[in-house]
C-alpha cells in the first residue's frame, strides 16, 4: 500500500468527502453502478449531507485525509435479517492492495454485531472485475437480476453471502 490505509465509519460531518468519493467513483467506473455522474452531480450539498444523517451506514478507507475507498450497506424493512451492500469502489491507483476486501469486511462485522444472517449486493452484468471480487470473498450468484436503472439494458445480477446461519 501506498501510504498506511485508515478505515473509518462516515460521520455526519464527512458529507464533502462522501460527496467527492461517490462523483469520482462515478466517473471512473460509470458501469458499476446503478446511478449516473450527471444525475448525483446535481444533488444539492443537503441532499449529501442527508446521505449521512446518524443511522447512515458508510465506511471509508483513507490515505491520510484522501478517502481513496467507500462502502456502504443498509436494511430493507421486508428483509430485515439481510444487509445491501451499495456504493463499494476503490480508487484506481489503490486497486490490487486489499482495500476493497477489507471494506467488506467492516460491513461484515457491522453487519454480524447487528444479527444481520447475510449480505447481498450486485454487480452490473458488465462488470466482470466486480463479479469476480465478490467471489472471492464467498459470495454467490442468486439467480435474481434487474435492468439498471441508468440502462435497461445492462442487468444488476444479484449475489449474497451468508455470514451467520439462523
Do not use: C
Not at 455522474?37 to 450539498?45: G, V
Not at 475507498?69 to 435479517?81: A, E, N, R, V
Not at 441508468?150 to 445480477?157: A, F, M
Amino acid at each position: 500500500m501506498k501510504n498506511e490505509i485508515i478505515f473509518r465509519k462516515a460521520q455526519d460531518s464527512d458529507w464533502k468527502k462522501y460527496k467527492d468519493i461517490r462523483l469520482a467513483a462515478l466517473l471512473d467506473s460509470p458501469d458499476a453502478f446503478g446511478s449516473s455522474y450527471e444525475k448525483e452531480s446535481k444533488l444539492t450539498d443537503d441532499d449529501w449531507k442527508n446521505f449521512l444523517k446518524k443511522g447512515s451506514n458508510f465506511y471509508f478507507a483513507f490515505d491520510k485525509e484522501q478517502p481513496v475507498g467507500l462502502i456502504g450497506y443498509f436494511t430493507k424493512s421486508d428483509q430485515p435479517d439481510s444487509r445491501y451492500i451499495v456504493s463499494m469502489w476503490v480508487h484506481f491507483e489503490y486497486r490490487n492492495q486489499s482495500i476493497g476486501q477489507i471494506l467488506v469486511e467492516n460491513v461484515v462485522l457491522a453487519a454480524t454485531q447487528e444479527d444481520a444472517h447475510s449480505l447481498i449486493t450486485g454487480y452490473a452484468s458488465s462488470n466482470s472485475r466486480a463479479k469476480d471480487f465478490y467471489i472471492k470473498l464467498g459470495f454467490k450468484e442468486t439467480g435474481r437480476s434487474i435492468p439498471l436503472e441508468r440502462d435497461p439494458h445492462v442487468q444488476e445480477i444479484e449475489m449474497i453471502k451468508i455470514i451467520q446461519e439462523n
